[in-house]
């Protein structure tokens, strides 16, 4: 029989998970509170919302446990590395509900709605962070789809917007059928839902764990946007309110980076010659559609949506090296990768010009000579991205590339190069755009929010900061420590 | 044993003939219908397992609320399911290849099957307070954090639902029950002495 | 395959005597419930009568004793018409349908001590399920008649149904909570103390407060229930589905002869099923009010005029009650009958855990 829990171990598990828990009573809370407040105190209860995702993100890395630690019998694990994650991620949300709450102010849209659903899809991030077994990843993932589904659709009478999110939940649901098929086959051949537990009964021969494995992967590749499961990706940046995208970008993907190493790494850890093959198809593919697809887009958010797939490329180049090594540089590409794409994504939205947003390439042409400022960072931004030598995208490359050559995957390595060359085009593009051409009208001001992030993620993107990327190699390598080879 | 097996046989080719229904009916009334079918047979089915309350469950999750539900907005619909599709055959090929792959893919799962020890425990096993008893053991101790999680997800789908969908309209006259039923007569009723011949 | 031996939950019995008498068991319910049936008919048209003071029925037979059976010959002799649009299968499915799931509850309903034809242990759960089919042949039929009146009255019923079921269903929890089972008949013995026992009266026994205080949770479920019941088989005064000055007779208007009849007789199968629920839930089943009875014949009997009572107050109700407009039984379901069940379930459930220490 199983083992049974008692009061105390509820409770005991429920102080280990405290951000999660802190984060479900609060959305309650806030459910209730916006139905008496009503949409006027909208703006209000961003700003509270914002504040406790910082709590919650705080709380997190403050209480993180030394070591790896299961919570209620194992369907949890909570360790430095989920709980750096998760202290990221809802930083990540803070932003996210800031932004917007900004952006919609700007056309009178608040809603009490919009932070409740970040809430709730970071709830669900943090879950799949923590899953250590089938269901319990399978709900986190779910609960994070279905508010993130709202969330693209949230400008309901706007069509682009309804139709990101019509176009995502239909893809997603298909997405989330492959993924349950999958981990139906991979309990049925193994007997068991526990990460430990199917890595111990995991049989290589096993045909049927291996079908169940390969859906499993594909329905996390559609979730993290990897090629060939990213159709829905450049509609969804598109249409989706700007702040919607910034999140989706970032936030989504720490949490399904981290879930797809740990099912790589754990459950199937003993199974990396079987599923090499899946995650380098996958990671080449990702690099050639992202790099080639960005080239002809002239939609900056498009764009970004592209940029975002050959990212997602290379971090999963690193991940198919099935090493300690791979989860590291993974987990370091991801690093500092996120706070570029932030800073991105606050340019995009500081770019308003009559009252209109642009987003298009276009739209870009002269602003070095109207607004320096935004020039540079978006320069560096750009060339941090395109992995240029000093800036720290470069090293998050390096170490992709030491990782997949290091286990002997040349091939791989080779188109992801040859990606980078491609990639480096689209970027330059936009520069040269900018420095080059003929200035049109001046932009409005952008507001604090927006610039002080667009600032921020320059900074960090700064070959000065390069001083910062020991201790940061120090910390990914101890973490990726904890995943089981 | 035989009068089980008996069942067991008839409902399994039911389930599966109206399964294949679902997809093959002309009509999308008949394919709700045929669903219907489909959850309840399958209910028969726990039946026999001796999973009576999932059985009772899933007839009255599925069939009682989800698919009534499924039945309403089907029957609202004013599709042309004819016109929708036409083109159809144009998707052949590639559907086809896809749907052999996957039938090639089954047969080599179903090949390769081999029972786990403990993948699944005869319900038999749960004694006097039967599969209800047993499951809400499970559900609220070891599985709890699972089962607020699926509290959560509803929750998430429940304000989704609302996001979307509500609209304060303008101009909308509301029934206000608390004012209609705190009204006294003073406010709604005028007592005049009219005078003969001579109106208000 | 996996080597599980089948757990029937339906213990099979063997041989030829077996089968004999499960089937003997079943007929004698069917012909107890139609006779119940074709009385009650009249019993309803009476109490309407008498309460707008006419006569009602009084030509076939004694004080029109005969009277429901002359109807029963007057639609089985008639020809059954079918509209040229309506979609034939489904048309003639839902009547069907609707009288077989009525009979269907009934396997499960104990009428006295012992007398139960499938002594389930999920039974109530049961009911619930196949209670909550009894929408289909509703929707089927409106929407095979292929005309408006009836589509109308059939979504209007679909909506009503399901929006009610979860009300009943949160109220039959109070219940299951309270006792501790959900077998019908387990149900009935925790209330053989006598009136104070009843779930409906618990709030009599004085001598313990948590007792009173449960007691009254439940007679508040104890009106839900009944109100709930009401809209549940579309009932007057929520009889809006064939609401006679709106939509002609609503999902029934095309149907005419036996498709007819057998929707008559499984609507109000199903109510005469509500009052036994409601019977043996909340007023004791076959136990009197001074005690417990163990007698089948004497319990079937105070089971009965049981039923009879409760239904004399649905018939009240039909007679005085005038009807509800839409919205307002939309709200009633939905933001008074759902949130107070709710919280009832949550009062019990502490008096469960905390009240009698823990079950």
Known sequence: ?485 | MAITAVAFYTLATITIVSAFLVIAARNPVHSVLFLILTFFTTAGLFVLMGAEFLAMLLVVVYVGAVAVLFLFVVMMLDIDFAELKRGFLSYLPLGGLIGVILVAQFLLVGSAWVSPENAARSPAEFGEGGTAEALGRILYTEYVLVFQLSGMVLFTAMIGAIVLTLRQREGVKRQNVATQVGRRRTEAVVLKDVKPGEGI | MVGYDFVPFVEWGTGVEWTLMKVGQILAIVVMLLLTLAYILLFDRKVWAAVQMRKGPNVVGPFGTLQSFADFFKFVLKEIVIPAGANKTVFLLAPLLTFTLAFAAWAVVPIAPGWVISDLNVGILYLFAISSLGVYGIIMGGWASNSKYPFLGSLRSAAQMVSYEVSIGLVIITVLLVVGSMNLGAIVDAQSGGLHTWHAFKFLNVTEPATVAVGVVLFVMFVVFFVSALAETNRPPFDLPEAESELVAGYQVEYSSTPYLLFMIGEYLNIVLMCALITLLFLGGWHLPWGAVNDPWLGFLVFYVKLWLVFFVFAMVKAIVPRFRYDQLMRIGWKIFLPTSLVAVVLVAAYVVFGRGAA
């Open chain 1, 1 to 485: 029989m199983n083992p049974e829990i008692s009061a105390e171990m509820v409770v005991a598990s429920l102080r280990l998970m405290a951000p999660e828990t802190f984060l479900a009573v609060y959305a309650l809370f806030l459910a209730v509170l916006g139905a008496f407040v009503g949409d006027r105190g909208a703006r209000a209860l961003s700003t509270l919302t914002a504040l406790v995702l910082v709590v919650a993100a705080v709380g997190s890395v403050i209480y993180a446990p030394l070591e790896r630690t299961e919570a209620f019998n194992g369907a949890i694990v909570v360790d430095p590395l989920t709980a750096w994650a998760k202290g990221g991620l809802l930083l990540l949300a803070a932003f996210a509900v800031q932004m917007a709450s900004v952006v919609f102010a700007r056309d009178g849209s608040a809603r009490f709605e919009y932070p409740l659903l970040v809430t709730l899809a970071a709830l669900g991030m943090c879950i799949m962070i923590g899953a250590n077994d089938l269901i319990t990843m399978y709900l986190g993932i779910e609960l994070n789809a279905l508010a993130a589904y709202v969330l693209a659709a949230f400008r309901r009478d706007d069509s682009r917007s309804s139709e990101a999110g019509l176009k995502y939940f239909v893809l997603s649901a298909i997405s989330s059928g492959l993924l349950l098929y999958g981990a139906s086959l991979v309990y049925g051949f193994t007997g068991a839902v526990r990460f430990a537990d199917i890595a111990a009964a995991a049989d290589p021969d096993n045909v049927g764990l291996i079908f169940g494995l390969v859906f499993v992967l594909c329905g996390l590749a559609f979730k993290i946007s990897a090629a060939p499961f990213h159709m829905w990706a450049p509609d969804v940046y598109e249409g989706a309110p700007a702040p919607v995208t910034a999140f989706f970008a970032t936030a989504s993907k720490i949490a399904g980076v981290i879930l797809m190493a740990r099912i790589l790494m754990e459950p199937f850890g003993d199974l990396h010659d079987r599923w090499v093959q899946v995650i380098s198809v996958i990671a080449g593919v990702s690099m050639i559609v992202g790099s080639l697809g960005a080239l002809v887009q002239t939609n900056l958010r498009r764009l970004m949506a592209y940029s975002s797939i050959a990212n997602i490329g290379y971090v999963l180049m690193a991940l198919a090296a099935g090493s300690q090594l791979g989860v590291q540089a993974a987990l370091l590409y991801l690093a500092l990768y996120l706070p570029v794409t932030l800073a991105m994504f606050a340019g995009i939205l500081a770019l308003r010009r009559q009252g209109e947003d642009l987003e298009r390439i276009g739209d870009l042409s002269g602003l070095a000579r109207n607004h320096p400022f935004m020039a540079t960072c978006f320069t560096m931004l750009l060339f941090s991205l395109a992995g240029v030598p000093p800036l720290v995208g470069f090293f998050g490359k390096l170490a992709a590339f030491q990782a997949t050559l290091d286990a002997g995957l040349v091939v791989l390595a080779i188109v992801g190069a040859l990606a980078t060359v491609v990639s480096a085009a689209y970027y330059l593009r936009i520069i040269k755009v900018m420095w080059f051409d003929e200035p049109v009208a001046r932009m409005e001001p952008a507001g604090p929010t927006l610039a002080v992030t667009l600032a921020a993620g320059t900074v960090l993107s700064f070959p000065v900061l390069v001083v910062l990327l020991g201790p940061l190699e120090t910390a990914v390598r101890a973490m990726s420590a904890l995943y089981g080879p």
